[in-house]
T-cell receptor, first 115, second 114 residues
Framework: ETGVTQTPRHLVMGMTNKKSLKCEQH?????MYWYKQSAKKPLELMFV???????ENNSVPSRFSPECPNSSHLFLHLHTLQPEDSALYLC??????????????FGPGTRLTVL | GESVGLHLPTLSVQEGDNSIINCAYS??????FIWYKQESGKGPQFIID?????DKRQGQRVTVLLNKTVKHLSLQIAATQPGDSAVYFC?????????????FGTGTRLKVLA
């Protein structure tokens, strides 16, 4: 295991539901990331947090709302999603964002299906 | 736009043979590259990395080669095993301090035949 856990592993929700994805890292890292992985597409960076501050919002719709209460936990709050938002959502962490050789370690992902 | 891509979507190799997975990148300023392995139902797992000041780096059964002249990256897996079956994708890290961003390729599926 990589030291990054995600819950739930699978989530099915309707378009009017509100749900949250949780990520926890046990590596002592300072940076955390949310990615979206769709079939036949490269990983898409959504958000980057460094020391609990959001440093990147990659033009993500407001129906996705991240929260980073501390450097070990990251949430992605979901509301009024669309079917095209169905994907694997991956969380990653790294030591810092200030080094080019900063390696990101990924969690297992949450498989989200929006009906 | 600039991107990192893979030449072959699926690669089938016989167990015990060597595998070579290729990746092309377009940003000559990229300084750091990583190969990830993603098994079914799991997140990407770090395999090996290489800085742009190196041409080759070896790990356990894996070797990464970097050809900056043609902006090409490859992953070689020696004596491929059934457990190597997965999707492999490369990533380049580019940007400046505080804004480094990984750009990922779409992935190559490696199938190991018994």
């Amino acid at each position: 295991e990589t030291g990054v856990t995600q819950t739930p592993r699978h989530l099915v929700m309707g378009m009017t539901n509100k749900k949250s994805l949780k990520c926890e890292q046990h590596l002592g890292h300072n940076a955390m990331y949310w990615y979206k992985q769709s079939a036949k597409k490269p990983l898409e960076l959504m958000f980057v947090y460094s020391l609990e501050e959001r440093v990147e919002n990659n033009s993500v719709p407001s129906r996705f709302s991240p929260e980073c209460p501390n450097s070990s936990h990251l949430f992605l709050h979901l509301h009024t999603l669309q079917p095209e938002d169905s994907a694997l959502y991956l969380c990653a962490s790294s030591e810092e964002t200030t080094s080019v050789t900063d390696t990101q370690y990924f969690g297992p992902g949450t498989r989200l299906t929006v009906l | 736009g600039e991107s990192v891509g893979l030449h072959l979507p699926t690669l089938s190799v016989q167990e015990g043979d060597n595998s070579i997975i290729n990746c092309a990148y377009s940003n000559s300023a990229s300084d750091y590259f990583i190969w990830y392995k993603q098994e079914s139902g799991k997140g990407p797992q770090f395999i090996i990395d290489i800085r742009s000041n190196m041409d080759k780096r070896q790990g356990q059964r894996v070797t990464v080669l970097l050809n900056k002249t043609v902006k090409h990256l490859s992953l070689q897996i020696a004596a491929t095993q059934p457990g190597d079956s997965a999707v492999y994708f490369c990533a380049e890290n580019r940007g400046t301090s505080g804004t480094y961003k990984y750009i990922f390729g779409t992935g190559t599926r490696l199938k190991v035949l018994a």
